[in-house]
């Protein structure tokens, strides 16, 4: 198949081939005068109608170029018979300026200079340099990605078209344009599947939610949950003038999108609510019709919905340990389906009236290994249990444990650094307050795998991986442990744990 090289797309090429049989493995490689590329291997789905008797696949999220190490991905690439893998987001970090760790990895000098993506030239020299690694290459080249869902950072400092680097969240559609640009030209999808259209000048010039069917066993669903949705309800600009900073220049991310009181929380979405006509939201109306119609049509076995942010519940109710004003619950992250709980509870609430069983997501996004049961309402005495969600810690990126220590430190929460001494204690003191979790590892790096899905089981892996060694370098065998969690088929109640 011959296909051109053009400057336009930075002389990236994309194949789509068609005609292939289902269930069947194909080798492939390009050709460009003497050079030849490394053999990949791809494995088609079965066709949607046919039973199959088990599944397997393996999703992986938020690599940073300049942290830990990228030994996962070796793991990753030698698991076998991995019918496909998913990348959930944080493929590239638009950020240069974090620590650099990462044994193997130079510095990125981006050309527009500075330590942030701004440009097209900037955003490619991104993606060429985390594909120019060589661990990442053989994953790429041993599985497909359904369709790879991979994100930038990027699009988590900029909710629709807008920066949140600051409190006056400017307006950058051409960065905007130019991060869904790259993200097109570098990663393996069809621009027919995700409908890129550069010339639309729009902000949202791109659509990517898509849905795959592997037999009559497993059907993927998977959206986008930067581009279609409203900004944080708890606005950074007030929170700043509440306190008295700079509501243009400074920065108050806690306490507008992580440590929300939650009645400042419930005030902002009424105020929204009224504004918008609507309940302010993660997949925006049109996408959240499709995630509507498409579980609901669904007859696989299980429906696995690649989720990008954290579903499960995760407040603190400081009450009895912190004097006023912190004496309160809050609401930890509110950037995930917690900030916008009506629009969570409508679609949980929907996943129960429409009776969808077998349904689990698979999430990223928080930096932390976490399982747990998602109900219709956040209340574990009377909510129903509709879901579970399995979320995988990052490649590499810093671990919430780290994160939440760094966020807490000079502001008014400052105290509870000393009620989350150590990662186990943090997470101790989570699950008090969130019983609903099954599992929680918040000081981890590593992917997931579901190694075994049946139509009895779907039985999903943490593999966690070790950090680096004292003096810098990366563990010879990286592997540290793997915690089982068995669900079975139905309504979703729990999940068994084992190490294995
Ligand atoms: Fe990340």
């Given amino acids: 198949m011959p296909l051109n090289a053009v400057p336009d797309y930075d002389f990236t090429v ?10 069947t493995t194909y080798y492939y490689r390009f050709v460009a005068g003497s050079d030849i590329s490394a053999m990949g291997t791809t494995r088609t789905a079965p066709a949607a109608t046919e039973a199959v008797p088990q599944v397997r696949f393996a999703w992986f999220i938020c690599q940073n170029w300049s942290a830990n190490h990228w030994q996962a991905m070796t793991l990753m690439a030698g698991e076998t018979d991995l019918d496909f893998v998913v990348h959930l987001g944080d493929y590239i970090y638009e950020t240069t300026d974090d620590d650099t760790t990462e044994p193997t990895h130079p510095a990125i000098l981006l050309p527009g200079g500075g330590t942030v993506a701004n440009t097209l030239h900037d955003y490619r020299t991104l993606y060429r340099t985390y594909r120019g690694d060589a661990r990442l290459q053989t994953v790429h080249a041993h599985f497909p990605m359904g369709r790879d869902l991979g994100r930038s950072r990027i699009l988590r400092r900029l909710l629709a078209d807008h920066q949140t680097y600051t409190n006056a969240n400017l307006q950058q559609t051409a960065r905007r344009r130019a991060a869904n640009q790259a993200w097109a030209e570098y990663l393996p999808v069809d621009w027919g599947d995700v409908s890129f259209d550069l010339n639309n000048a729009a902000y949202d010039n791109i659509r990517i939610c898509h849905d795959f069917h592997f037999g009559t066993l497993v059907h993927l669903v998977m959206t986008d949950e930067r581009l279609h949705r409203d900004d944080n309800v708890v606005s950074e600009a007030a929170i700043a003038q509440a306190l008295g900073h700079d509501p243009v220049n400074g920065n108050d991310l806690v306490g507008s999108r992580y440590f929300v009181p939650q009645s400042v929380l419930s005030q902002f979405e009424a105020d929204d609510t009224q504004r918008l006509g609507r309940v302010p939201s993660i997949l925006g109306p049109t996408q959240t019709q499709w995630w509507k119609d498409t579980l609901k049509a669904s007859t696989a076995t299980w429906k696995v919905w690649g989720n990008e942010v954290m579903m499960n519940r995760l407040w603190l109710d400081l009450s009895a340990l912190v004097p006023a004003p912190n004496n309160t619950i809050f609401v930890i992250d509110c950037d995930a389906w917690d900030g916008y709980r009506s629009h969570k509870a409508d679609l949980m609430s929907y996943v129960k009236t429409q009776g969808i069983t077998s349904f689990v997501a698979i999430t ?50 400052s105290s509870l650094t000393s009620l989350i001494s150590t990662s186990s204690v943090l997470d101790a003191f989570f699950e008090r307050n969130n019983p609903d979790m099954l599992y929680t590892d918040r000081d981890g790096i590593g992917y997931a795998s579901a190694t075994v899905v049946t139509p009895t089981q779907f039985i999903a892996i943490f593999n966690k991986v070790k950090f680096l060694n004292p003096d810098g370098s990366a563990p010879q065998a990286p592997l540290d442990k793997c915690t089982r969690l068995t669900i079975n088929a139905g309504a979703v109640s729990g999940a068994v744990q084992d190490n294995v």
Wanted: hydrophobic share 40%.
């Fill in 14 to 23: 994309r194949a789509k081939v068609t005609g292939l049989a289902a269930k």
């Fill in 364 to 413: 990223g996004d928080l930096h932390a290994f976490q399982a747990g049961i998602v109900r219709d309402t956040p209340d574990p005495a009377t909510g129903t249990p509709v879901m579970i969600d399995l979320m995988s810690a990052g490649i590499s990126s810093q671990p919430f444990f780290e994160e939440i220590k760094s966020q807490l430190a000079g502001n008014s929460l």
